[in-house]
């Protein structure tokens, strides 16, 4: 099969404080997230600058593929579709249409998979093509990543950039904590989320030699009465303090670039609770467009569908 694109698939973000409010009533639209909450998350875009960065992640890994796409000798245009804010995913399916594009080979951005993460955007991505006319175009989905060794290698290789400061604890005095973003209980039950985020959390573990490690459950935002997955990052800090540890690094390798959970709900909340327990808190990026995970998603595409 011959691919004459490849699409990724985003979350989005808002690019601006105007866009905050539509882009919430997107991500929220058929929930029950109470309108408080909605308010609240509001507030955390101001906190942190009035936007979100992962629009400009996205596009950088997007940039980053093509460039490593063609050096491998297949230039494929890497375009990119979000399926809470512009480009929307039909606006995206209109260009290709436009371009004559036909077969593409589709990324979703979820290293692990629920239908929040994963059931979500496949859908999105059906209903996009019918918004657009689109429906004719083919498109084949990647296959899972979260134990893939380049992913395994990106990470850890971010865990490893925190420490060039000379001044840094060593790894060995770190409570390392990995995050993934909180689904519900039942939607959990339905797919392999919480197992395939534990298995990326250990494999991690396991290349840099930390033999304990936790795992925390971050960015809840559903109706307070329904169960979530836990321990949430609060508990797990306290957890943290009470066996006496002093440096907590916290690993959000359910996120695939630092975006406004990342940078509310780790670098100011957990932060602001790590502090008030005398705890030393610091971070590691996530994946972004490290090169080893480049290289991944450049590999998931079929040897036989590029072109040459």
């Not at 009533?25 to 600058?49: K, L, M, N, S």
């Not at 460039?67 to 290709?96: C, D, W, Y």
């Not at 955007?121 to 429906?135: M, N, P, T, V």
């Not at 002093?246 to 630092?258: A, E, M, Q, Y």
């Amino acid at each position: 099969m011959e691919f004459d694109h490849v699409l990724l698939i985003g979350f989005g973000g808002p690019r601006n404080q105007a866009e905050v409010r539509p882009f919430l009533e997107q991500v929220t639209r058929g929930t029950r997230i109470p309108e408080e909450r909605i308010r609240e998350v509001e507030h955390h875009y101001e906190a942190i600058g009035g936007k979100s960065p992962y629009n400009e992640y996205t596009f950088q890994l997007a940039a980053k593929l093509e460039e490593r796409l063609a050096q491998s000798g297949a230039g494929l245009p890497v375009l990119t579709g979000m399926r809470n804010g512009h480009p929307f995913l039909k606006e995206t399916l209109s260009l290709i249409r436009e371009r004559g594009l036909k077969r593409g080979f589709a990324i979703v951005l979820a290293s692990h998979r629920s239908d929040a993460s994963y059931g979500k955007y496949i859908r999105s991505l059906e209903a996009a093509q019918k918004e657009a006319g689109a429906s004719e175009i083919f498109y084949r989905l990647a296959d899972p990543w979260h134990e893939d060794p380049l992913f395994i290698e990106a990470q850890a290789g971010q865990i490893l950039k925190v420490f060039k400061n000379p001044k840094m604890p060593g790894l060995e005095e770190m409570s390392l904590i990995f995050t993934a973003h909180a689904i519900p209980e039942a939607m959990a039950k339905e797919c392999l989320y919480r197992e395939e985020f534990e298995a990326s959390s250990a494999l991690v573990a396991g290349r840099l030699g930390v033999p304990r490690w936790k795992r925390a459950y971050q960015s809840r935002s559903g109706n307070p009465r329904d169960p979530w997955l836990e321990p949430d990052t609060h508990l797990v800090l306290e957890e943290v303090r009470a066996e006496g540890s002093k440096n907590v690094l916290f690993v959000p390798i359910g996120f695939l670039c630092d975006n406004a959970e990342v940078l509310y709900d780790l670098d100011i909340e957990a932060a602001g609770q790590a502090r008030r327990l005398g705890l030393d808190y610091y971070r590691a990026s996530s994946v972004m467009d490290h090169p080893a995970f480049v290289e991944l998603l450049a590999q998931r595409i079929p040897r036989q569908g590029l072109r040459p």
